[in-house]
């Protein structure tokens, strides 16, 4: 059993032993097979076969194995590491030490968005671009889409989504026809000034290398999604009648049939149930503050 942090709370020694993690397991070659993982889990509504990672229920214990898979690769090069959480609703400007020169590094330039401070940061020579839809070889940002401005989901918005009692429901998809609180969190329903977007909005806020299926080309993506996590833990702390759903295969007459995963069917590529992961005190607690 392991804690997982708050990245503000993070000691400037802890802040250093992730990076030095991160930047190890991409040394040994084995940080962008998360990254081509990830892509390849990215199958959208519209694309035929099973939904896992994203649009889908799994969307929470997909991505729960997937860190803590990540995670234990982390511990392999330092025992005492563990994925921080980012706060999106507290440390939610671009002047945040989240984005400071000894942890994530800061925004990409306006001519080309590449990052130019940090650790992972092209010219700082750790962390080439190796699996991406771009020709590019650096990382790149565009921290709060100055463009088409956009903010971070507040702590109000996040409670409203909190709120929510239905795990999920049919279509089981990304459409506006699936209430619930996973499509309500991963933001495929009601827009930004509604209140909504959440965990997508925050791919956006990033921009780069965070949108779009490569998105753990950003070291950020795991302390994103480790706060996505701790939010799938406070809605079953706040709903314990509520469970996650399906809870049983779809009949063979459903259109989602062989497309959606139930509490007991096995998660592809690592055939993990979600029901495996439904508590997460079996692997990490979280230290909230
Ligand atoms: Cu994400």
């Known amino acids: 059993m392991y804690t997982r942090k708050n990245q503000r709370n993070l000691t400037s020694d802890q802040r250093t032993r992730f990076v030095k993690a991160v930047l190890e397991v991409k040394r040994l070659g084995r940080y962008d097979k998360y990254v081509s993982l990830h892509s390849r889990y990215f199958a959208a509504d519209g694309e035929s076969g099973l939904r896992v990672a994203h649009m889908a229920p799994t969307f929470f214990p997909w ?30 400007s671009a002047s945040s030490k989240l984005w400071a020169d000894d942890f994530m590094g800061g925004n990409g330039r306006s001519s080309d968005g590449q990052v130019m401070t940090g650790p992972f940061a092209y010219r700082n020579g750790g962390w080439p671009i190796v699996f991406g839809v771009t020709e590019e070889r650096y990382l790149t940002r565009n ?22 009692a239905t795990y999920d429901t049919a279509p089981w998809n990304s459409s506006p026809h699936t209430q619930g609180f ?71 007459k459903d259109p989602q049939h062989g497309r959606v995963i139930s509490s007991n069917e096995p998660m592809p590529p690592f055939g993990v149930k979600p029901s495996a992961v439904f508590d997460h005190r079996h692997y990490y607690q979280y230290e909230e503050n």
């Open 182 to 252: 996973r499509n309500r969190i991963e933001g495929w329903t009601v827009s930004d000034k509604a209140g909504g977007y959440l965990h997508n909005r925050v791919h956006q806020w990033v921009g780069g290398h965070m949108i779009g299926a490569s998105s753990p080309n950003d070291p950020v993506f795991w302390l994103h999604h480790a706060f996505i996590d701790l939010i799938w833990v406070r809605w079953q702390r706040q709903h314990r009648t509520s469970r996650y759903l399906p809870d049983r295969p779809l009949g063979a």
């Open 143 to 164: 921290l709060g889409r100055p463009d088409r401005p956009l903010k971070l989901p507040s702590a109000a918005e996040l409670t409203g989504a909190l709120a929510i």
């Open 63 to 92: 991505h729960r194995h997937f860190l803590i898979v990540f995670e234990r690769e982390l511990q392999l090069i330092d025992p005492g590491v563990s994925i921080p959480y980012w706060d999106w609703t507290r440390d939610s």
